[in-house]
């Protein structure tokens, strides 16, 4: 028996999310046979409608054309790969800021190529946190790669907060210096908001400065901090729709939470445009149960809160997207050694989520990509004054 079946370009296959790579595919079911209609050559057949009969005469064809469908397929679910049929898209951020970087490595380009100074980014490194040193080695390295410049200046935990913000007030004055961060936590006997104001806005990457957070809060283009950036950069690349959702934020903090539910409530018609969703947000006072009572009815969870395993798969629709913010370092019984989690449940909310972002590899890799976009942004703004 001949089972057929036509795939049209621009539709989607029955339980697929995604769009077809643009191929009008016509699969015969006869073992594993598959044949591309693009290539039969029979002028007498419809397009759309070829088979290929009798299959004995195009068995070689068939193999070759099969090969070339599992290399498109493979392409497809490159950026977005799901471990069973059943579970959850997850959006792998590594893939996602691989397309950030070529497009910053373009820009990067041409701005040399225009006669324009290289992006510079500067960082100031307060103490000896072990977390922060990875951090920050982690965004020089990537500025590197993306042909970016970049200069760290350290200073120890006893730094007065007087020194730290002269420090500051020199960078700023520096006409190399594209953008400046300060690596946070800093020393409790130093005041994060005067230092975080003390940077100039136009040179403030992380988004920090009152001013920024004043015009996001306006929807008027500004630095986006970092992270809130990467969630609302990997929202619209994975094709997840906004407008109308309803949305849980879990977790105020305002360099993340805060920042994320303006990004996602706000006019996608105005001049920095939102998700145009509806959004709750939850925090450290909003009861267990009232919390599962709010994501049980979100479309999208942003789970910010930083608490290990805060969403499980009790509170979540079916079909909705996760995406995991928190980064906690966990000490594992068996291994004795410290590993990565998220504030969400990944094993059991995946197979009831629609997407939902691993960590780590989510929102990690996400936000230095955009820490590197806020650079050459920075760089392209000082070119305008």
Not at 157 to 186: A, F, K
Request: charged share 25%; aromatic share 2%; proline share 5%.
């Amino acid at each position: 028996m001949m089972v057929l079946m036509v795939i049209k370009k621009g539709t989607k296959s029955p339980g697929s999310t995604d769009e077809h790579l643009g191929k009008e595919l016509t699969l015969v079911a006869t073992g594993t046979e598959l044949v591309n209609d693009r290539h039969d050559q029979d002028p007498t057949r419809s397009r759309e409608h070829r088979i290929c009969s009798p299959l004995t005469a195009h068995f070689h064809c068939c193999r070759a054309k099969l090969r070339m469908h599992r290399k498109y397929e493979s392409q497809r679910r490159h950026l977005y790969h799901s471990a069973r049929r059943h579970s959850a898209v997850v959006i792998s951020g590594t893939e996602l800021a691989r397309q950030i970087h070529r497009e910053i490595q373009r820009d990067v380009e041409e701005l040399v190529a225009h006669g324009n100074m290289r992006p510079h980014l500067g960082v100031i490194l307060v103490g000896d946190d072990p977390a922060s040193h990875t951090y920050v080695k982690n965004k020089t390295r990537a500025a590197t790669i993306l042909g970016i410049s970049s200069d760290t200046v350290v200073r120890p935990s006893s730094v007065s907060q007087e020194e730290l913000l002269e420090l500051i007030d020199e960078m700023n004055r520096d006409w190399r210096v594209s953008g400046l961060l300060v690596q946070l936590p800093l020393p409790e006997h130093i005041n994060e908001r005067a230092v975080c104001n003390a940077i100039a806005p136009e040179k403030d990457v992380d988004g920090f400065h009152i001013v920024n957070i004043g015009k996001l809060c306006l929807d008027q283009r500004s630095m986006v901090p970092a992270t809130p950036a990467a969630v609302w950069e990997m929202i619209k690349r994975a094709g997840i729709e906004t407008v109308g959702k309803n949305v849980l934020v879990a977790g105020r903090s305002k360099n993340v939470g805060m920042p994320i539910a303006m990004l996602l409530h706000t006019d996608r018609n105005h001049e920095r445009p939102g998700g145009d969703a509806t959004v709750t947000i939850a925090h450290r006072c909003t009861p267990r149960d009232q919390l599962k009572k709010l994501t049980i009815l979100a479309d999208i969870i942003i789970a910010a809160a930083g608490v290990p395993g805060l969403i499980t798969a009790d509170m979540v629709k079916k079909g909705a997207a996760v995406i995991d913010v928190g980064i906690n370092r966990n000490l594992d019984q068996h291994t004795g050694k410290v590993r990565l989690i998220g504030d969400v449940d990944f094993e059991g909310v995946k197979e009831k989520a629609g997407f939902i972002t691993p960590v780590p590899g989510g929102v990690g890799p996400m936000t230095v990509a955009m820490l590197m976009k806020n650079t050459v942004t920075a760089a392209r703004n000082a070119l305008m004054h």
